[in-house]
């Protein structure tokens, strides 16, 4: 029996062809350097609860002036110089001395092949690099926050046998799900699980949330635009659907199917909880069901810059993409899109701004800020009481990653430093910050900036070694990461 694809996209066996995709096209690319800059813009500008909204215009110029106290940084750059107006952003004594920290060990670079076991294998090395950096003690604190311990490893899988109704429930969650496979033009057929999550009775067609790893490459280009999709209702039931949409940051898909077949669609909740039990569904190739119980982990593991990621512990024969997550209730509060190695969810709360966003602007953005974080919760008790005690830190974020070169590591952000975002102690999960960054990125589209315009965010960053605490900004740029199949 074949199984479903995973991690590795070139994994697969056979199916009924469907009608081709067309040819897809990306809406865009990453941000441009300008989108990083420091700088704001003298353009139309949005402040809301120290959030501030600026686009940038090379032909004008105009970056934001701080005051005449501050001082510039010398090979710090933030933004492109004009000889005739000056204008770059100047650096308080405090910024230039953040950025002037020295840099970590540079990072391994990731497997090209991106089998599971040489990521697992990359991850340890990863591990081992960050272990023989000189930080202190053992057991200090910035050691703990640097070295990024508590990554997530394979841990036991958390089983329950349900209850009457719990069985009732999986039964009624399950006619909603079905298998969605990607035909490639030499014949290699991809697998993942897909749910309904709408269902027209008039115009008899239904929409399907699904994972894009079947379509897109690990780099979020279409694998190929003749490659033919399709969805299957039942093992001898099989209807060709049409890619309204994927998001290889996301790691999502929609799809649209016609058929004359009455469909019953899921009930879509929220964001799942921390430590809350699921059950999560898959259809193997032959369209058995895969039912697997377990429960979301009190653990973070960035992983290139996907802060977004919520991890579950659970057995399943499957290395499957797609799978829905369900609640006690039966409503569905994500979707499995990765193992690396431990399946990797992202929560429905974002996968709903995700099809609005496409809905209203027929695109989606992501915030880019090059940085990969956990949060301040999700330390060891004992760590979290010193951070209260001896930094006055209650909440935020801690920096495990700064991509190099990136505008985060040119202000002075270092791995093992904690952010926190000004005005916004609110936001205590990495789920939640993504969830405001969306809000930002509608903002974005919403007021029809260019590609180059970014939204700077006030942050404060706790340099734990050195004590001390910054001020500064950070901007923030958008990618749109989709591409749309041709009518």
């Not at 949005?46 to 005449?68: D, H, I, T, W």
């Not at 039966?330 to 429905?348: C, F, N, Y």
């Not at 910050?433 to 900036?449: T, V």
Request: with cysteine; hydrophobic share 40%; proline share 4%.
């Amino acid at each position: 029996m074949s199984s479903a694809a995973g991690d590795d996209p070139d994994s697969g066996g056979t199916s009924t062809p469907a009608s081709p995709i067309g040819e897809a096209r990306l809406l865009a690319g990453e941000p441009t350097e300008a989108a990083q800059s420091v700088g704001d813009s003298r353009g139309k500008r949005q402040r809301v609860e120290g959030v501030s909204v600026g686009e940038n215009r090379a032909a004008e110029g105009g970056k934001r002036m701080l005051a005449a106290e501050e001082v510039a940084l010398e090979g710090v750059s933030v933004g492109k110089k004009r000889a005739a107006e000056g204008g770059e952003r100047m650096l308080t004594a405090e910024e230039a001395a953040l950025a002037a920290r020295p840099l970590p060990p540079k990072e391994l670079p990731y497997p090209k092949s991106g089998t599971h076991s040489e990521v697992v294998a990359w991850m340890n090395a990863m591990d081992a690099l960050h272990n023989n950096t000189d930080l202190g003690d053992e057991d200090s604190l910035c050691n703990i926050l640097a070295r990024g311990r508590g990554r997530v490893r394979v841990t036991k899988s958390v089983g329950s046998a349900p209850s009457m109704d719990g069985r009732d429930m999986i039964t009624n969650v399950a006619r909603s799900i079905v298998n969605v496979s990607a035909t490639e033009p030499d014949g290699s057929v991809l697998y993942s699980t897909g749910t309904i999550i709408e269902y027209d009775e008039v115009g008899k067609c239904a929409k399907i949330l699904s994972s894009a790893s079947i379509m897109c490459t690990k780099e979020g280009k279409l694998r190929n635009p003749n490659q033919k999709v399709s969805v299957h209702l039942s093992n001898d039931t099989v209807v060709e659907a049409r890619v309204i949409f994927f998001n290889g940051h996301y790691g999502i898909s929609l799809l649209d199917i016609s058929t004359g077949f009455t469909l019953v669609p899921a009930s879509l909740g929220s964001r799942p909880c921390y430590g809350e039990n699921i059950v999560v569904l898959d259809r193997e190739v032959n369209y058995a069901l895969v039912v697997s119980h377990g429960s979301i982990q009190c653990v973070e593991y960035p992983f290139f810059e996907r802060n977004h990621y919520m991890f579950a512990s659970y057995y399943s024969h499957l290395i499957c993409t797609g799978g829905p997550v369900i609640n006690n209730n039966g409503e569905v509060i994500g979707l499995v899109v990765k193992h690396i190695p431990q399946a990797a969810i992202v929560s429905t709360s974002i996968v709903r701004k995700c099809i609005d966003m496409w809905n209203q602007f027929g695109r989606i953005a992501h915030p880019v800020h090059h940085l990969e974080l956990t949060t301040v919760r999700m330390l060891d008790m004992v760590y979290r009481d010193e951070l209260w005690a001896r930094h006055s830190i209650r909440s935020g974020f801690i920096v495990a990653e700064v991509c190099p070169n990136s505008t985060a590591e040119k202000i002075g952000i270092r791995r093992g430093d904690v952010i926190e975002l000004i005005d916004m102690d609110h936001l205590s999960t990495v789920v939640e910050l993504e969830e405001f960054l969306l809000s930002l990125a509608w903002d974005f589209l919403e007021e029809k900036l260019d590609s180059s315009s970014t939204i700077d965010i006030k942050i404060r960053v706790h340099d734990i070694r050195a004590k001390t605490s910054v001020c500064t900004i950070l901007p923030i740029g958008f990618c749109d990461a989709a591409a749309l199949s041709s009518p």
